[in-house]
């Protein structure tokens, strides 16, 4: 089974200053990670992935995370943050690239 | 677009009452998911269809729900006798092959 913890429920940071969302997961088998971003009453958007290869994963919107499976973490990083990042962060992880699990989210928002 | 449309967006019934919901990709994917999503927490998985097939049914999915997908295209979701504990996001979700999980905008039942 897997499961996922996102460490911080909310983070506050001033507009063009850098973030980073923390992540860490459990598995007993390989994994793939994910983070989706949600802006309120949508769905879940993919930002970006990681399957194999290169630990550091570059996704949509400037957002990049980078795999660590000796700390199992997938922490999400933007060198600058803008307005319209204010969202809900999701990590997620999945033992065959289908049925994902989710952490419960980190709020991020960007003040200005 | 998220390429998956999701009828009602928000549902308010009286406890007791009985819902549907309904998913409808765009395009063809063979794998559908619903998820659960509550206040404050991520997406919790209740079920998937491969095709026409239901391969999987989470612990958190009662009696009182049932999932179709009698096509293979479009998928509902029933709630018998709604309860307030109901109350939630639903999500609906679709595959195809190897790639990630792709939303629909989700309907928000509200239980009174």
């Known amino acids: 089974a897997q499961s996922v913890t996102q460490l911080d429920s909310q983070v506050p940071v001033f507009e063009e200053a850098p973030v980073e969302l923390r992540c860490n997961y459990s598995?007993?088998?390989?994994?793939?990670l994910f983070w989706y971003v949600q802006y309120p009453n949508q769905g879940l958007q993919l930002l970006l992935k990681?399957?194999?290869?290169?630990?550091l994963v570059k996704g949509i919107n400037g957002f990049e995370a980078e795999f660590n499976k000796s700390q199992t973490s997938f922490h999400l990083r933007k060198p600058s943050v803008h307005i319209s990042d204010t969202a809900e962060y999701f990590c997620?992880?999945?033992?065959?690239?289908?049925?994902?699990?989710f952490g419960a989210g980190t709020i991020l928002r960007v003040k200005s | 677009d998220t390429g998956v449309s999701q009828n009602p967006r928000h549902k308010i019934t009286k406890r007791g009452q009985n819902v549907t919901f309904r998913c409808d990709p765009i395009?063809?994917?063979?794998?559908l998911y619903w998820y659960r999503q509550t206040l404050g927490q991520g997406p919790e998985f209740l079920t998937y269809?491969?095709?026409?097939?239901?391969?999987?049914k989470s612990r958190l999915l009662s009696d009182r729900f049932s999932a179709e997908r009698p096509k293979g295209s479009f998928s509902t979701l029933e709630i018998q006798r709604t309860e307030q504990g109901d109350s939630a996001m639903y999500l609906c979700?679709?595959?195809?092959?190897?790639?990630?999980?792709?939303f629909g905008n989700g309907t928000r039942l509200t239980v009174t």
């Open positions: 997620a992880v999945s033992g065959n690239g289908n049925k994902l699990v």
């Open positions: 990681y399957l194999s290869g290169s630990t």
């Open positions: 598995s007993s088998v390989s994994v793939y």
């Open positions: 979700a679709v595959q195809g092959g190897d790639s990630p999980l792709h």
């Open positions: 395009s063809e994917h063979n794998r």
């Open positions: 269809f491969q095709n026409e097939a239901q391969l999987e």
